[in-house]
């Protein structure tokens, strides 16, 4: 942590900078109901609630990740959906489930990989509903969305991708006066 002093019309001021120091980032994520997670294209086979749509994996992924990818299959007739949030080092909340994501019902080859770009022309996620079964999801952020393809209740699986923005990096935060100002 350090802080730049400059003087301004006779008041003295400082900006406070300061540097998360872990690399990696907190993701919680389910799926109602079976879960293929994909972090760079690296299959997440450690996720040991993937077939449990009322329990969440957390999973410590790198900073400098660029995508996710989410097969998530709905085994009934009923509900389904995929939701989840991930933080950073400080607890922040930095991404969250919603129509950032883009999903589809066809499957197309390679679209877990890291540098797969076709999904630019898949259409935005739908949203089903908020994060208000706190009871199981606990963990997940408040502002994460179920979200699925605009078929809802379709039970085949769906392909859901998020792209990081280029820029961000969720590694440090600048506060000015005790409120964050920009996430630099």
């Known amino acids: 942590m350090n802080a730049t002093w400059y003087l301004q019309a006779g008041i003295l001021s400082a900006i406070l900078v300061i540097s998360i120091t872990t690399d990696t980032l907190k993701l919680i994520i389910t799926c109602?109901?079976?879960?293929?997670?994909?972090?760079d294209g690296v299959l997440q086979d450690n996720?040991?609630?993937?077939?449990?749509?009322?329990?969440?994996?957390?999973?410590?992924?790198?900073?400098?990740?660029s995508s996710l990818a989410a097969k998530c299959d709905n085994a009934n007739l009923g509900e389904n959906g995929l939701l989840g949030s991930l933080e950073n080092a400080?607890?922040?909340?930095?991404?969250?489930?919603?129509?950032?994501?883009?999903?589809t019902s066809t499957l197309i080859e390679g679209w877990h990989v890291k540098d797969f770009n076709r999904y630019l022309s898949w259409d935005e996620a739908t949203i089903k509903t908020r994060n208000i079964n706190r009871n199981y999801f606990g963990e997940i952020a408040d502002g994460a969305k179920w979200i699925w393809t605009d078929r809802l209740y379709e039970t085949n699986p769906i392909y859901c991708i998020?792209?990081?923005?280029?820029t961000t990096d969720y590694s440090h935060i600048v506060v000015n006066a005790g409120r964050s100002v920009e996430d630099a």
């Open 32 to 39: 109602d109901d079976h879960l293929t997670l994909y972090v």
């Open 90 to 103: 400080e607890g922040e909340v930095v991404m969250v489930t919603d129509a950032t994501w883009r999903c």
């Open 162 to 166: 998020y792209k990081k923005p280029c």
């Open 47 to 65: 996720l040991p609630y993937k077939n449990k749509w009322n329990k969440a994996d957390t999973i410590d992924i790198p900073r400098t990740f």
